[in-house]
């Protein structure tokens, strides 16, 4: 158990298998457990945190000290960027890792093979190669890979349940159940009304009462233990094809919860909206999917040794081969997959000559390089990449798919804070993360450009709802973009550092925003208003949430974790708009946007907690929430604030420097299909070049829309409501969202009703009527067959046969005498008679 | 057919001598059964059915006419003892049914009993 390859995974493993178990137990004795089902669930999901904090700070951090590098300086707040840092970090970050990846390149590597069980663990470790000065920010990360158990093998077609772990599963463990487990004691004190018979003032029956329905405070406990089952279990996956299934695992339990108040209209169609529409971007996904197995023939990530001892590369080894010095190039499998016709050309021409195989694989070799420098196979790596970034867009809302996110506020505000901030949505990112060393630039182009759309339309339209929890979740969406837009302009760090501290500060605002639901029974902010007096602990805990997400903080100095994470994006998308001007829009528009989050995060907490009290009777009666409910507000605030902080050498952002994947640091110049593309190297943008005018317009934007919030709903020195009458357009367009429910009404939703409606016609008229004109022609058959066949032929027969037997049986009554001497002499003669056949018989035989 | 009987008179007496007589006795039996209306008759009839085996049956079993002489061989006997015991049992049993038959019908004829026909 000692050493971290084997105790991680462990750990790790039943962290993950926790949830499981407490969704089972819950599933069966739910009803008896009542108030305890909620124990079981919190306890599941703690032991679940306690497990991951021992795998990070017991293993993982001993065996992968962090480096102190160039890291610091996003979490320090920038003092140390100075000078040779750059030059400097470069050496130092890779130092220390311990890497694992297949073909040995470099000397001075030993390996070792551990199987554990049905495990095989292979660790690499990796010196530092001294002489080769350019290999160094070439390092592979550090990860465990292997296999728990086999599902299925069919040929090539291995699905298995296995793991792969690097710093950023674990990370992502740590931060996952931290923010569950919040949740999880928070919807203790939210849900409690669920205990009892409900009485549902939303539904309606037709006989004008209200629903009165049992209460299903287990069964929400028992979804949520496998919501985080289903995320852990896409975290902890070592394969495509597992995240495919708890991708699904974490839609259908989304499905669950979003329609928890199932007999809502507005419930079940968000439910079944949020179901739906990440159909359509699984789709793209399994498209995907296809594209990496039909080539490449595995699903892993990393490199694992089979039972032979046999060393099975990943996906991301083949995409980015050690060779190569982890350089992006398209995999032998896809080249000649693509190249098909040239193959069987080259086959042709040397058919029939002897050792045709050699001659055959020698030209081949020869030509993969040029073929692969012509682009084949090219275009199947970019599908594999928009594919899978397709089903990444369904999950995480991007545009054009963010229509369900919104809807999703239909479900309890725990499961909000839940879906928001640590599991589904950031299922979306993760495996854009995860997925990052396979994404062809022109890919990277795309993932930035959907990120940066979805960031500004979400962003616009949270300025003008009304609604508490809408306008937080179109700033999840907006965030969820901008993290989009870092991760496609290689800002890998920045991308997935935001969805860090996003998750802690939007789990925060929507539990407050629960608190306040809790206390005043109502969504709309304009009847809300000074609910500071009344609820304090709420308030400010909310107040942090809104600083974090603007990314307040003194430039260079200090500030909220979102200042340091929005700070690294805006620095890498100005570094890439540095390198590709043509592509400037992708800051502007970020920085844009920062100010639109200012503005709407501080109009919702003006509204909310200061000025006076818009609604008297809702005022009056709200109050602070229990303990249980605003502890956990305690907790994610401290997190809210300090999580980007660098303690004692200690920082996320040093942790999860240590999963980049490799060879996606350095920069990259032209892809195949965009040749003057340039993705730059993340450390650049640290820079002092880069990072003074990023941080300081970041900081200015979101100066300018806190401003603007202050005075319009705070200070009331401009009216909203004359704004609104002077742009009353751009509001109708913003408060109707874009238009986009509409559009996609008109595009899809009514030519299907229509398709359907005329389906339905030719199903009665045409198919309706073939179906009952065949059964009349089948019954007046039957009839004609009754009368002709049945009755003269077959009954026929059978009477025939019965009068048959019945007369030979009164023909041979006769033979019965009831005479004695009769019967004696029937015996005698009958006996002679065979004695005489048989002898008779028996010589034949015997003669034949 | 001639030569069979011709060594039967030749032959010293074994097992196809007995068989002989055995024959007789079962044919005349079974003609009595066939041909007497007298119950009594038939009765008689079976006696010589079933002695006409029994004859069989000691001839087989006796240690005289078998070749392997070395063992005891009484199955015959046996069987032949257990056919007497049969007989006698039927001979009771038949006996009772002629004696009630002529308390029905004040006769013996056979022929009158045929109360079991189809």
């Known amino acids: 158990m000692g050493n971290p390859e084997t105790a991680i995974p462990i750990l790790l493993g039943i962290a993950w298998l926790l949830p499981l178990a407490s969704f089972t137990i819950i599933l069966f004795w739910g009803r008896m457990l009542g108030r305890a089902a909620a124990l079981v669930a919190t306890s599941a999901i703690v032991s679940g945190f306690v497990l991951s904090l021992i795998a990070l700070v017991g293993f993982w951090l001993p065996s992968h000290p962090l480096s102190s590098g160039h890291d610091d300086h996003i979490s320090g707040g920038g003092l140390r960027v100075e000078g040779g840092g750059h030059a400097l970090t470069r050496t130092a970050h890779h130092s220390l890792f311990t890497t694992h990846h297949s073909p040995p390149t470099t000397s001075g590597r030993g390996s070792r093979v551990e199987g554990l069980g049905h495990a095989l663990t292979r660790t690499t470790t990796y010196s530092p190669p001294t002489t080769h000065h350019d290999d160094h920010h070439h390092a592979a990360p550090a990860y465990y890979a292997g296999d728990w158990y086999s599902l299925v093998e069919i040929g090539q077609l291995k699905l298995s349940i296995g793991y792969y772990i690097d710093s950023l599963t674990v990370a992502m463990f740590c931060m996952v159940t931290l923010i569950a487990s919040c949740i999880h004691f928070y919807a203790m004190g939210y849900m409690h009304e669920e205990l009892h018979p409900v009485t549902d003032h939303e539904v309606t029956l037709s006989n004008g009462d209200h629903l009165t329905r049992p209460g299903r405070f287990y069964r929400f406990f028992q979804y949520l233990s496998l919501f985080c089952f289903s995320m852990l279990g896409i975290v902890y996956a070592g394969n495509v094809a597992m995240v495919f299934i708890f991708w699904e695992l974490v839609g259908i339990c989304s499905y669950f919860l979003i329609g928890f108040y199932i007999e809502r209209k507005s419930a079940s169609t968000a439910a079944n909206k949020a179901f739906i529409v990440n159909r359509v971007g699984d789709f793209g996904m399994i498209i995907g999917l296809m594209a990496l197995f039909g080539s490449l023939g595995t699903f892993n990530f990393g490199d694992t040794v089979d039972e032979t001892g046999q060393t099975q590369a990943g996906i991301f080894s083949l995409i980015r081969p050690a060779e190569n010095h982890h350089r992006l190039q398209t995999p032998e499998a896809m080249v000649l997959a693509s190249a098909r016709d040239q193959q069987a050309a080259i086959r042709g021409s040397h058919l029939g000559e002897p050792q045709a195989a050699d001659a055959v694989d020698a030209q081949l070799n020869n030509q993969l390089d040029t073929w692969r420098e012509q682009g084949y196979g090219y275009w199947l790596l970019v599908i594999a990449g928009l594919g899978i970034f397709c089903g990444c867009v369904g999950k995480s809302a991007q545009f054009p798919l963010h229509t369900w996110l919104p809807d999703a506020m239909e479900g309890p505000t725990p499961v909000s804070a839940l879906v928001h901030s640590a599991t589904m949505v950031a299922a979306g990112v993760y495996l854009v993360a995860r997925f990052f060393p396979a994404f062809a630039p022109e890919v990277l182009l795309t993932i930035a450009y959907v990120g940066l759309i979805t960031l500004f339309l979400a962003a616009t339209i949270a300025i003008t709802a009304t609604d508490i929890k809408r306008v937080l979740a179109y700033s999840t969406v907006s965030q969820l973009g901008y993290m989009m837009l870092a991760l496609g302009v290689g800002g890998w760090l920045a991308g997935v550092f935001h969805l860090f501290t996003h998750a802690f500060f939007k789990s925060l605002l929507f539990m407050c925003s629960g608190s306040v639901i809790h206390a005043v029974h109502t969504n709309e902010m304009t009847e809300m208003g000074g609910l500071r007096h009344k609820m304090p602990w709420t308030a400010y805990t909310m107040l942090v949430g809104c600083l974090a997400i603007i990314g307040a903080g003194i430039p260079f100095v200090i500030g909220f974790s979102g200042y340091y994470s929005k700070d690294a994006i805006l620095e890498q998308a100005l570094n890439f708009t540095n390198h590709n001007p043509v592509h400037a829009i992708l800051f502007y528009g970020a920085a844009g946007g920062a100010a639109i989050t200012a503005f709407y995060m501080f109009r919702l907490w003006y509204m909310t907690f200061a000025g006076e009290p818009r609604n008297q009777h809702r005022y009056d009666h709200a109050h602070e929430s229990p303990k249980v409910m605003y502890y956990p507000l305690v907790v994610l605030s401290v997190f809210a604030i300090g999580v980007g902080w660098s303690v004692g050498g200690l920082s996320l952002t040093g942790l999860l420097e240590q999963a980049r994947p490799a060879g996606t640091l350095p920069t990259v110049e032209g892809g195949l299909l965009l040749g003057d593309l340039v993705i730059p190297n993340e450390h650049d943008s640290h820079l002092p070049a880069v990072k003074t005018p990023a941080t300081w317009i970041a900081f200015s934007t979101a100066m300018a829309g806190l401003l603007l919030a202050t005075v319009i709903y705070c200070w009331r020195k401009v009216d909203a409501e004359e704004i609104r009458s002077q742009f009353r357009a751009v509001h109708r367009f913003l408060v109707n969202k874009w238009w986009f429910d509409e559009l996609y009404d008109a595009i899809f939703v009514q030519p299907t009703h229509f398709v359907a409606r005329r389906a339905s016609q030719v199903d009665k008229s045409v198919l309706d009527g073939l179906i009952d004109g065949s059964a009349k022609v089948v019954r007046w058959c039957s009839r004609i067959l009754d009368g002709v066949l049945d009755r003269t032929v077959v009954d026929g027969s059978i009477n025939l046969f019965a009068r048959k037997t019945w007369g030979l049986g009164l023909s041979l009554r006769n033979v019965q005498t009831g005479q004695l001497r009769q019967y004696v002499m029937l015996i005698v003669v009958g006996t002679v008679a065979l004695f005489a056949l048989v002898s008779f018989f028996w010589s034949i035989a015997l003669a034949g | ?118």
């Open chain 2, 1 to 118: 057919m001639t030569p069979l009987f011709a060594s039967l008179l030749t032959e010293p007496v074994g097992v196809s001598h007995y068989m002989m007589v055995g024959a007789v006795m079962f044919v005349c039996g079974a003609v009595c059964m066939a041909t007497k209306r007298n119950i009594l008759g038939v009765l008689m009839g079976i006696e010589l059915v079933l002695n006409g085996a029994n004859i069989n049956f000691i001839a087989f079993g006796s240690p005289y006419l078998r070749s392997d002489a070395n063992q005891l061989g009484l199955d015959g006997q046996l069987i032949a003892l257990f056919v007497i015991v049969l007989a006698a049992a039927e001979a009771a049993v038949a006996l009772a049914i002629a004696l009630n038959f002529y308390n029905q019908h004040n006769s013996i004829d056979i022929d009158r009993a045929d109360e079991l026909q189809g």
